[in-house]
């Protein structure tokens, strides 16, 4: 048991680390956002998270998997030159896949262009070039992850993003307040950063003319790609529905804006335990640690985050016109409604992480592209009568029946999460439903009530976490 407390700790403060360095970094360019969303009209903020939604979405994509590839297999070659010969054939095959990439999309703009928004036809040379150059930094980060320096990594993207942001804002200023301005902003930055990394690695890209990269590789690299694909139409779907359905941008804009608040929460909080927490799942004779970090794991972390989400539910009307001026006002419905995916986040955080750990990584897959299925029938349905909202409404559906396909794969896999979480998440409705009756900001105040009478964080729990942050208190437990 002792073994085990040491082995909670070191994940505890190695997984501590790199989230306060990735969200030092994420707090800074998420603030300067904000700014250029504040700086724009409505109409020109849904193009310009339109173009850039597609091309975060085409990057990776593009990529074929290899980013989580390198990360995976350059840790297992111990001589440096066969981890360079690897990061050398990744570039290569991607950079033959980028060629393909761009020779089919030019020919189907050209021959459908009626199927492309203007903003995307207008720019389409330099939208394929900042592809190309995402990937290529994609590429890079896999090498970094491999080698183990997540942090340095951190640092240089995280650079580049605060440089791309405050640039974006200073230009607006001083040029005009029109997406173009954000855009080629970003393409330039991508582009100096492309340029300097790879001068910076010229000495670990070796020329090859052998491609013959391992079967076993491959195979995980395009595993990898169609969990990709999958997550990246689970993401986008609605921003296209809305583009495509409603004819217009202004909806794209209230609703990004509307989700803006909650997906800053979850990549903070949750979108950076995949890096240490996978490698931990993934240890030898890690199966009792796994078991506990499930289970205790997304206890806590649950009744966390659905306070956070509850906040953000009751003071919407507060917090939107507060950060985005009183434009966006058909955006307090959206936030209300998709408040609620930070909280059913926190219920499968661990999902992915740990169904690749035990080598079952399409189960998350299918579950991705049911979500995706999901979401793409409601949207069509509701996209047309609400709106933006009918699309946060769509997601928050699709995502609340995720998660109870998530709870049965657990149950199969002995995962008492279920057990662990059934009481939090009946006072998380009762919450909701309280104050939509009463039409008093008291949610959250309901929620944190509601969890001391029926004890849901104990004494134990405090005694635990004591022992685990501070090195000189006992672990006999």
Known sequence: MQNNFINYREIFYSSTKFIILKNIFFLISGLLSIFIVRLLPVQEYGKWSLVYQLIATLGPIVNLGFLTTLAKFIPEYQNEEEKNKLFSQVIYVNLISFIIFTVIFLFIISTFSQIFPKEIKDIKYTFCIFIGALNLINLIEGYYRGLGKFNQWSVIDGSRSILSAGLSVLLIFILSPKYETIFYTYFFIIIFFSIILLFYLKNNINLTKKLNIEPKILKFSLTMFLGYIVYYLMTNVNPILLRSLLKNTTEVGYYFAGIRLPQVVELSILGYISTPFLYYFSIPDAKEIR???????????????????????????????????????????????????????????????????????????????????????????????????????????????????????????????????????????????????????????????????????????????????????????
């Open 291 to 477: 078991k506990k970090i499930m289970e205790e794991g997304t206890r806590l972390i649950s009744i966390f985050l659905a306070i956070i989400s509850l906040l953000l539910f009751s003071f919407a009307d507060i917090l939107i016109p507060f950060l985005f001026t009183e434009n966006y006002g058909n955006s307090i419905l959206v936030l209300r409604i998709y408040s609620s995916w930070i909280f059913l986040s926190s219920l499968q955080v661990f999902g992915l992480i740990f169904f690749v750990s035990i080598n079952k990584p399409m189960i998350s897959t299918c579950l991705g592209f049911l979500f995706f299925l999901l979401n793409l029938c409601l949207d069509i349905f509701l996209i047309p009568i609400y709106k933006s909202s009918g699309a946060a409404l769509a997601s928050i559906t699709s995502m609340g029946i995720l998660v109870c396909c998530y709870f049965y794969f657990y149950i199969r896999n002995k995962i008492n999460i279920i057990e662990k979480t059934y009481i939090t998440v009946l006072i998380y409705i009762c919450s909701v439903i309280f104050e939509l009756i009463v039409n008093l900001k008291v949610s959250w105040i309901v929620f944190i009530v509601g969890i001391i009478i029926t004890k849901q964080i104990t004494t134990k729990d405090k005694d635990m976490f004591l022992k685990i942050l501070f090195r000189n208190q006992s672990i006999n437990i």
